[in-house]
């Protein structure tokens, strides 16, 4: 937080004219010097101001309102030069006269922090800001501050917690959190390795403030994230093919093969189909490799074709509703989602799932495909697991909230 030099110039200029103070006079030798700094304060000549003040302070037999005047004018003196430890010194010198309080108090202990703040020294800026809100501030500005010299000093856990409530308490009002405040979460729980308050940054990011490069760190985030199961590659891959974040050759192989692995031909074949029509595949010296790797796609959607009645049976005369589960979401990814949901549907109602989040997580997917956003948000709020299930539905459902506007 600024504070103007030039209006405490003006509050020293004001104390020494007629009446401002009449319970306090100023000897024409005090007032001399003192008219001498406020010319040079107001030539923006603060070094030399504040070597005047030495002059007054060499002055003898000063009253008490003629030493709080000379601080006023060292304090501002030392603001306009960077000098915060002598703007503290005279400050202390003020509090002890007894000639501060109230808004002007907070005043001054707002420049303090302001200027230490503005010299990287972000201790000391920490101590004096906090004193300020420890005195009753309420500043935003001075907020800032404190806020950059937690950070920038390496202690962001209450920037972390203060900066989530502010977030949190945006949304009960109805109003976007700022994108800076989510940003400013976003990169100190990345300083500090929270996983849990990166991954709330990253999704208020996704849900208000959507781009490629967001999507793309919100992504690796997930990947990276500890305990995530393996079989969650393929959803996340699915994610940087729909945001276009498909960075190389190799992520459309990757993502083509999970998905061939995965029982999801039809898929893996438009995956390899969408990386030729980009340019991406069939180029270069891994150009037949490519052709290959699409010749074999192919061959794995006739496969499947050919086997899809026998697998079929099987999942309908299972006890476990897993079989239906996985051909329904097959269904969705390969163009027929509204029969997927149904199959997938039927699957739940037989019950007995493995793994209950991740049908919520093929329900929701498979409803995002069908155009019914509600319900698929409705899935995916119900993926619950500690396996990163969660974690993933939660991707979902900001690319769905935000690829329906």
Known sequence: MKMNTLALALAAALALAPGAHAQEKVSPEVGKAMTAVQTLLKAGKAKEALAKVRDIEAISGRNAGETAIMEKLRFAAAQ??????????????????????GAENLQYIGAIAGTYSRLNRHKDALSWANRYFSEGGTDSNMKAVQTAAQYYGGDVGPIIKSTVAEIQAAEKAGQAPSRDKINLLWNAASRAKDAGALAFANE??????????????????????????????????????????????????????????????????????????????GQGAKADRHQRLKTFMDKKVADAKGAYAAAEKAARESKQGDGLVTLGLQQAFSGQAKAGVAMIQEGIQVGQLKREGDAQLALGQAYFLAGDTAKALSAFRAAKGDDGVADVAKLWANYARTARK
């Open 80 to 101: 306009q030069s960077s000098e915060p430890d002598t703007m503290v010194r005279a400050f202390e010198a003020l509090k002890a006269a007894g000639r501060l309080g």
């Open 204 to 281: 208020k990011l996704l849900q208000y403030y959507p781009s490629k490069e967001i999507w793309s760190n919100a992504i690796s985030s997930t990947m990276a994230r500890k305990g995530l199961a393996p079989r969650f590659q393929l959803d996340l891959f699915r994610l940087r093919l729909l945001t276009e974040n498909m960075r190389s050759d190799e992520d459309y192989e990757e993502l083509a093969s999970l998905a061939g692995q995965a029982g999801f031909a039809d898929e893996g074949r438009r995956v390899i189909e969408a990386g030729f029509k980009a340019g991406v595949l």
